[in-house]
């Protein structure tokens, strides 16, 4: 008897489209959203409670906290953070659940907002380290999500269509 060879495609399970590179791009920037919309939900806690952040040992941020560029017009830039991961989660759950135009349209957009993001981490980050000379690892720690979620939309605009 003589057996026939199955090719990958051809073998793997009816589920398998849910595992493509882009549902798991999706998939990963919801993890990155929800982590982000955490850490700056406690930020933003710890200014509107006036409660001293817990930083255990590592860095100065209750210094980044109190200082001049915690706000911007008035608002914390903790509680922009929150919504800019609320805004990304927003688009990868457009995406994800193939509003029109959706696919067209969201992974620009996150890309695009993203880099914003990633732009003002960077001055952010910049003010802790040269003007400050203190640094926040909750703030770090956001500024890494934010480029984390740089680097996945990154991927998703350059390599489209490989649903």
């Known amino acids: 008897m003589r057996r026939v060879r199955q090719s990958k495609a051809e073998a793997l399970p009816a589920a398998a489209p849910l595992m493509t590179g882009p549902f798991l791009r999706s998939l990963a ?60 989660l927003a688009l990868v759950l457009a995406r994800l659940a193939c509003l029109p135009l959706a696919e067209e349209w969201t992974p620009l957009a996150a890309f695009s907002m993203t880099l914003a993001g990633v732009a003002f ?29 740089w680097l996945v939309t990154l991927v998703d605009v350059l390599a489209p269509g490989t649903e």
Do not use: R
């Open 29 to 88: 920037l919801i993890v990155l959203a929800i982590a982000g919309m955490g850490v700056a939900a406690y930020l933003t806690y710890s200014h509107y409670a006036d409660q001293p952040i817990a930083c255990g040992g590592i860095g100065e941020c209750q210094t980044v906290q109190d200082s001049e560029y915690a706000t911007l017009v008035g608002i914390p830039v903790a509680l922009l953070g929150i919504l800019f991961c609320a805004g990304l």
């Open 121 to 149: 981490s960077a001055y952010l980050t910049y003010i802790e380290l040269f003007v400050l000379e203190a640094i926040c690892i909750w703030c770090v720690t956001l500024a890494a999500i934010i480029t984390t979620s």
